[in-house]
């Protein structure tokens, strides 16, 4: 079956399972039109998930390569996930995701998607325990990319990846809902592209993808545009929840390219 396309897609060079080509072979398999690569830009404050910065040259290297190799048989990009903090260009790629991992606060950088715990721990040492204030922090540096020059905006909600295994904050509650709305706006407003990112569920985590549902029901509402990805760790998820009915009723506002 054509028609299906992913732009977020980690390798071996950052916290992905497979090698790149592994993951070329993989979309092939499966009939996919494209393939894009989207490794972790560098963060130097945190360097557990990323590229270094010599596997960055690498990594470059490897994907303009391969796009020779498979010429005409299947249309490969270079991405990179560019956190926001990231000090890296991006004028090597041939787009960009967007993204929040970190909430920087009194000079430190606090990684949202780690742990439950950490989240915890976040919110008493430099919250004085109100988690709303971390949402809030969050939802703020997430709307500061609408200036950003991205192909999209990766994994809106990113905040909530342990909500249904250790709920810490209520989505419902005005601070959270406020918060997100705000951002939300600053984005459809900047038109930018949103994710929908089923990768939370392919590791475990979840069982419905970023952004939840309402935010869904508000992107469309004001005509935004969405595109679907994996957030791809492992080849055999390349594609994971693509087929929901939830995905399926938001295909007018999907985009197939970037
Ligand atoms: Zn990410
Ligand atoms: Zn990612």
Avoid at 25 to 51: K, N, R, V
Avoid at 126 to 139: A, K, S, T
Avoid at 182 to 210: H, V, W
């Amino acid at each position: 079956m054509g028609g299906k396309t992913n732009f977020h897609t980690h390798s071996v060079y950052c916290d992905g399972k497979d090698t790149l080509e592994e993951l070329v072979e993989q979309a092939l398999a499966m009939g996919m039109d494209a393939l894009g690569f989207s490794g972790h830009s560098f963060t130097p404050f945190d360097q557990s998930y990323c590229m270094s910065l010599k596997d960055t040259l690498e990594y470059q290297k490897e994907v303009r390569a391969l796009k020779e190799k498979y010429r005409g048989k299947i249309k490969l990009y270079l991405g990179i996930e560019q956190d926001f903090y990231s000090p890296e260009s991006t004028a090597e790629y041939d787009y960009v995701i967007a993204s929040v991992h970190y909430v920087k606060k009194n000079g430190e950088y606090l990684s949202i998607d780690e742990s439950p715990e950490d989240l915890k721990s976040f919110a008493r040492d430099f919250y004085q325990g109100d988690i709303y204030g971390l949402v809030e922090d969050y939802f703020q540096t997430v709307a500061l990319m609408a200036q950003s020059k991205c192909a999209f905006v990766g994994h809106f909600d990113l905040i909530c990846k342990f909500q249904e295994q250790a709920p810490l904050f209520d989505e419902n509650h005005p601070r959270y809902k406020q918060a997100a709305q705000s951002a939300l706006a600053e984005l459809l407003q900047a038109g930018k592209i949103m994710e929908i990112n089923t990768g939370a569920m392919a590791r475990g985590y979840r069982t419905a993808p970023y952004p939840a549902e309402n935010w869904l029901k508000e992107i469309a509402k004001n005509q935004g545009r969405l595109i679907l990805s994996s957030d791809c760790h492992d080849k055999n998820y390349l594609t994971y929840g693509f087929d929901l009915p939830l995905i399926a009723q938001y295909e007018k506002y999907i985009n197939k390219s970037i």
